[in-house]
């Protein structure tokens, strides 16, 4: 099976754009969560989706939204961009309803200028 | 509010030496347990997952111990490698409720010298 493809990889914006980053999750898979990775604070919770239904939401201003597909695909969208919204953005599947074993992807290296 | 502590932060060896990294967590009502390994500017590649019901699970040179009660888990590497090098996280799934995330560590950078 294919893993958990995320695009782009890599990414420059400048501040007060927007963004908008794709995750696929591994076939079969329909839990799907983002997490986001600073030196400072590590990885973080973003938000979790399941059936196209958002379960879980992490501690992030409104600017960070996403969504989930029919086919499970999902899409996070940052707006109105802030130099500190410079991470590494990683897409989880998991296989199971409740979370359990998640498999991440490659990330999205976001750059803020 | 769960909390993950991993020690210590970075951690040099020469090649051959067995070692141990350590994970804390402050809430022992978890699903299971996760050690991942992450390459500089990559993804996370999963190691090992130990379920709350477990005290270990191996796999090659990989050991990994789970004691819930106390909040603690360990990782120990047999014969380390210079390709074992990498950033190693710990993360716990919580249970109950609805929440469906994993909390991490911030993590033990391993550096194995030849």
């Known amino acids: 099976k294919a893993g958990v493809t995320q695009t782009p990889r890599y990414l420059i914006k400048t501040r007060g754009q927007q963004v908008t980053l794709s995750c696929s999750p591994i076939?079969?898979?329909?839990?799907v969560s983002w997490y986001q990775q600073t030196p400072g604070q590590g990885l973080q919770f973003l938000f979790e989706?399941?059936?196209?239904?958002?379960?879980n939401k992490g501690n992030f201003p409104g600017r960070f939204s996403g969504r989930q597909f029919s086919n499970s695909r999902s899409e996070m969208n940052v707006s109105t961009l802030e130099l500190g919204d410079s991470a590494l953005y990683l897409c989880?599947?998991?296989?199971?309803?409740?979370?359990?074993?998640?498999?991440f992807g490659p990330g999205t290296r976001l750059t803020v200028t | 509010k769960q909390e993950v502590t991993q020690i210590p932060a970075a951690l040099s060896v020469p090649e051959g030496e067995n070692l141990v990294l350590n994970c804390s967590f402050t809430?022992?009502?978890?699903?299971?347990l996760q050690w991942f390994r992450q390459d500089p500017g990559k993804g996370l590649t999963s190691l090992l997952l130990?379920?709350?019901?477990?005290r270990e699970q191996t796999s090659g040179r990989l050991n990994a111990s789970l004691d819930k009660s106390s909040g603690r888990s360990t990782l120990y590497i047999a014969a380390s490698q210079p390709g074992d090098s990498a950033t190693y996280l710990c993360?716990?799934?919580?249970?109950?409720?609805?929440?469906?995330?994993?909390?991490f560590g911030k993590g033990t950078l391993l550096t194995v010298n030849p």
């Open positions: 989880a599947s998991s296989p199971s309803p409740t979370g359990y074993e998640q498999y």
């Open positions: 076939s079969g898979h329909r839990s």
């Open positions: 989706y399941f059936s196209e239904t958002q379960r």
């Open positions: 809430d022992s009502a978890i699903y299971n």
């Open positions: 130990i379920q709350s019901s477990q």
């Open positions: 993360a716990v799934l919580d249970s109950g409720g609805s929440n469906y995330k994993l909390t």
